[in-house]
């Protein structure tokens, strides 16, 4: 399995970041995967911000629920974070993970930095 995220490298402050993951390899709706971002600020240790199983269901980090949403495109293959009102707090390198069966795939990352 192939991952590979994709979208701005730069966002305002109170705009909204939207990345988008493409799988390639396997189907995002094959039985028991996890699909997943995760973050890594500057000089800090990685974050979970939330996942989408392969059946859609969605469960996200209860310090940023409030402003994630994870949603997929099966037609693509691709499932996409959109994080809103964002701040300078939120740049990081942004990654998609995917899990299945105890084997984990890892995106290479993209930076987001937020700034005006």
């Known amino acids: 399995v192939q991952l590979q995220e994709s979208g701005p490298g730069l966002v305002k402050p109170s705009q909204t970041l939207s990345l988008t993951c493409t799988v390639s390899?396997?189907?995002?709706?094959?039985?028991?995967?996890?699909w997943m971002w995760i973050r890594q600020p500057p000089g800090k240790g990685l974050e979970w911000i939330g996942y989408?199983?392969?059946?859609?269901?969605?469960n996200y980090s209860p310090s940023l629920t409030s402003r994630t949403s994870i949603s997929r495109d099966t037609s693509k293959n691709q499932f996409t974070l959109q994080l809103s009102s964002v701040t300078p707090e939120d740049t990081a390198v942004y990654y998609c993970?995917?899990?299945?069966?105890?084997?984990?795939?890892w995106g290479q990352g993209t930076q987001v930095t937020v700034s005006s």
């Open positions: 993970n995917a899990r299945r069966n105890n084997v984990v795939y």
């Open positions: 390899g396997d189907s995002i709706t094959t039985t028991n995967y996890w």
């Open positions: 989408i199983t392969s059946s859609g269901s969605t």
